[in-house]
C-alpha cells in the first residue's frame, strides 16, 4: 500500500521541494504537496482535508516559509490532525520564528547546503519512523461519568494480559482518577515530589517542569510482577493541570506545552503498541491537546438520556478541532454497564433504547462497537482496607468473578486496537 | 396383567404431570435397567470435596498476606523477597505459590520466624502502598 506524505513549501524553496518530492517517490511515497489546487482561498476544508489525510507532513522551513500564512495554515492542520510533521530547513530562520516555538526543529533534516543524496536519504527515514509503532487512543465523551478512566484502565490492562499488549497510559484529566485508580496516595505523593507527572511535562518553565530528555524515564510501572512480559506504565496526573483548564495561562505556555505534549507522545509511542490518553470531561485546552494527538477516539456511552448528547457533542468539539468531520474509522462507541439488574424497572428497557438510538444514527451506527460491557462489581472501585503493591492488581482482569465483564473487556479491547490499527 | 388398585396408585402419583410420550421413554428406560442403576441415577450427584491447604503454615500465611491484592504466586514472590532482604540472605527460592513458598522457606527458617516475616511484610507494604484517601 502507498503511503501518502504531504510536502508544504513556498515557491522560494521550489527546487528543494522537487528533489525531496522524487527523493520520496522513488521510495514508494504518494505525494501530495502544497500548491494552487490546495490552496484555494475559498475552500480551507481541501487544505485540512489533504494535509489530514496524509501519514506524515514534511515542512520546507525557510524565511519565506516563515512568513507565509498559507504555510501556517498548513502547519496548524498537521498539527490539529494529529499527523506528525518533519521538518526540513533550507535557510537559516530568525531566532523567534513561529517555527521554531511550534516545531520540532532540533530533530529537523539541515537542507542548508543544498538538497544532497544523505539529507534526502534522512528525510526518507524520518519520515518512515516518524509514526512511530505505537497507535494513540483517546478515552473521550463531553458527558462525565460514563467510565472513561475505569474503562481505560480496565480494557487496556486486558490487552496486556491477555494478548501482551505494550500499553502506556496518560492521565490527563485534572480530576487524575486514573492516577488514583492504579497508585495509593503515598505514591502519588512521592511521584508528585519528584514532579514525575504530565505538569512537569506541559509545564515549560520552573523548578516543577521536566526536561524533555527525561520524558522517556518519568513513567511510573504499573505490572511490577516478575514475569510480566510487556510495559504497561503510566504518566501520572496531578491536579495541578486546573492551571491549563482556567484561564491563568498565556497563550505562549499553551503553545509550548502542546510542543512538549507531542514529544511525549512521540516518545512513548515508539516503545508501546499503545498509548491510551485518559481525557477530562467538557472541551479544553486539555480535551484538543487529546483529539489532535490521538489516532483513534473511543467513545464510552452509558445507557442513559444524556449520554447521547455527550456523544454529539463530542463529535462537534472534534470536528471543530480538526477542521474536517470525523472518520467513521477513526472514532469508536463503546456501550458501557449494560444489563444493569439494579437499575429501576421504570426506565424500561434502556439498553436496547441507547443501542438502536446509535445504530440507527447515520454517522454513529457503523462507530458502535458490537461488544458491550456487562454491568459488573469488580469495574466499581469501593473504599477498602486492602492494598496493592503491584498496581495492576487493583484491575478487574486480576480480580475475582465477573467473568462476563472480564470477557468483554478482552473481545472489546481487541477490537479497538484493531480497529485504531493503520 | 393388571395392576391392583395399590399399584395403580403408585405409578398415578410418579407419572402426574407428564405426558403420554414421555411415560412411554419412562417405562422403556425402567425396563431395559436394573434396580441398582436405576437406584443410582436416582440419587442426588455427590458433592465435590473441597480440597484444603493440609499445611497450617500455609494457612497461616494465607491470612496474613490477605491484605495484599494479587495472585497468591506473587505473595509468595514479595515474601521471599523481604525475608531475603530483612535477613541479609541470598535465597535461592523460586516459589510457585504460597504452599510451596511454606515447603522451601521451611527447609532454612523456623515456621514461627516465616510467620513473623510476613507480618513485617504486610506492615511494610501498608507502609508504603497502604495509606487511605483522606478529606481537608
Not at chain 1, 285 to 304: G, K, Q, Y
Not at chain 1, 351 to 371: H, K, M, Q, W, Y
Not at chain 2, 64 to 69: A, N, R, Y
Request: glycine share 6%; net charge positive; charged share 25%.
Amino acid at each position: 500500500m502507498t503511503i501518502a506524505a504531504y510536502l508544504a513549501f513556498e515557491p522560494a524553496d521550489a527546487d528543494a521541494a522537487r528533489a525531496v518530492r522524487a527523493e520520496l517517490e522513488r521510495n514508494g511515497w504518494a505525494v501530495a504537496a502544497s500548491g494552487p489546487d490546495i490552496r484555494v482561498q475559498d475552500n480551507p476544508g481541501l487544505l485540512t482535508q489533504a494535509v489530514g489525510s496524509a501519514a506524515v507532513v514534511i515542512v520546507l522551513a525557510s524565511p519565506a516559509a516563515q512568513e507565509s500564512a498559507w504555510l501556517q495554515r498548513e502547519v496548524a492542520a498537521a498539527l490539529n490532525n494529529g499527523r506528525p510533521v518533519v521538518v526540513a530547513q533550507t535557510a537559516d530562520l530568525q531566532p523567534e520564528s513561529w517555527i521554531y516555538a511550534t516545531l520540532d526543529t532540533a530533530s529537523g533534516v539541515d537542507l542548508r547546503q543544498g538538497a544532497q543524496a544523505e539529507a534526502l536519504a534522512q528525510i526518507t527515514e524520518r519520515a518512515r519512523t516518524a509514526g512511530g509503532r505505537g497507535r494513540v487512543i483517546a478515552m473521550l465523551n463531553i458527558k462525565g461519568g460514563v467510565g472513561k478512566t475505569v474503562l481505560a484502565a480496565n480494557l487496556f490492562a486486558a490487552a496486556h494480559l491477555a494478548d501482551k499488549r505494550s500499553i502506556s497510559f496518560i492521565d490527563l484529566d485534572p480530576q487524575h482518577n486514573l492516577t488514583q485508580y492504579f497508585l495509593s496516595p503515598g505514591e502519588r505523593s512521592r511521584i508528585r515530589d519528584r514532579n514525575h507527572t504530565i505538569y512537569g511535562v506541559l509545564n515549560p518553565r520552573g523548578q516543577t517542569s521536566v526536561q524533555r530528555s527525561d520524558f522517556g524515564a518519568i513513567s511510573i510501572p504499573l505490572n511490577r510482577a516478575r514475569r510480566a512480559k510487556a510495559a504497561f506504565d503510566l504518566i501520572a496526573g496531578d491536579e495541578r493541570l486546573f492551571e491549563f483548564t482556567l484561564d491563568t495561562r498565556s497563550d505562549r505556555d499553551k503553545a509550548e506545552a502542546f510542543t512538549r505534549f507531542r514529544a511525549l507522545i512521540a516518545v512513548l509511542r515508539q516503545r508501546s503498541d499503545a498509548v491510551v490518553i485518559d481525557a477530562n470531561p467538557c472541551a479544553t485546552f486539555l480535551t484538543r491537546l487529546a483529539i489532535t494527538t490521538a489516532d483513534h477516539i473511543v467513545a464510552p456511552v452509558r445507557p442513559e438520556k444524556y449520554s447521547l448528547s455527550g456523544l454529539n457533542m463530542l463529535e462537534h468539539v472534534v470536528r471543530e478541532v480538526r477542521g474536517r468531520p470525523l472518520r467513521p474509522s477513526e472514532f469508536s462507541v463503546l456501550l458501557n454497564g449494560v444489563k444493569d439488574r439494579t437499575r429501576s424497572s421504570e426506565t424500561g428497557d434502556a439498553d436496547a433504547i441507547t443501542r438502536a438510538e446509535i445504530s440507527n444514527a447515520p454517522f454513529f451506527g457503523s462507530a458502535l462497537l458490537p461488544v458491550e460491557i456487562p454491568y459488573s462489581a469488580v469495574l466499581k472501585s469501593a473504599p477498602t482496607d486492602r492494598f496493592a503493591a503491584n498496581p495492576i492488581n487493583v484491575t478487574a482482569m486480576m480480580r475475582v468473578g465477573g467473568r462476563p465483564a472480564k470477557e468483554a473487556l478482552t473481545r472489546a479491547a481487541a477490537a479497538i486496537l484493531q480497529r485504531a490499527a493503520p | 396383567m393388571t395392576l391392583d388398585a395399590a399399584q395403580a396408585r403408585l405409578l398415578r402419583a410418579a407419572a402426574r404431570g407428564r405426558s403420554r410420550p414421555e411415560l412411554k421413554r419412562l417405562f422403556a428406560a425402567i425396563r431395559a435397567h436394573n434396580d441398582a442403576s436405576l437406584l443410582a441415577a436416582l440419587a442426588p450427584p455427590r458433592e465435590r470435596s473441597i480440597k484444603r491447604k493440609t499445611d497450617p503454615l500455609a494457612r497461616d500465611l494465607e491470612r496474613i498476606l490477605k491484605p495484599i491484592m494479587g495472585p497468591a504466586s506473587e505473595k509468595a514472590e514479595l515474601l521471599v523477597e523481604h525475608i531475603a532482604k530483612s535477613r541479609r540472605r541470598k535465597l535461592a527460592i523460586e516459589p510457585r505459590g504460597l504452599a510451596d513458598a511454606a515447603r522451601q522457606l521451611r527447609a532454612k527458617f523456623s515456621d514461627d520466624e516465616i510467620r513473623e516475616s510476613a507480618r513485617g511484610l504486610v506492615t511494610h507494604l501498608a507502609s508504603l502502598h497502604g495509606d487511605r484517601e483522606t478529606v481537608v
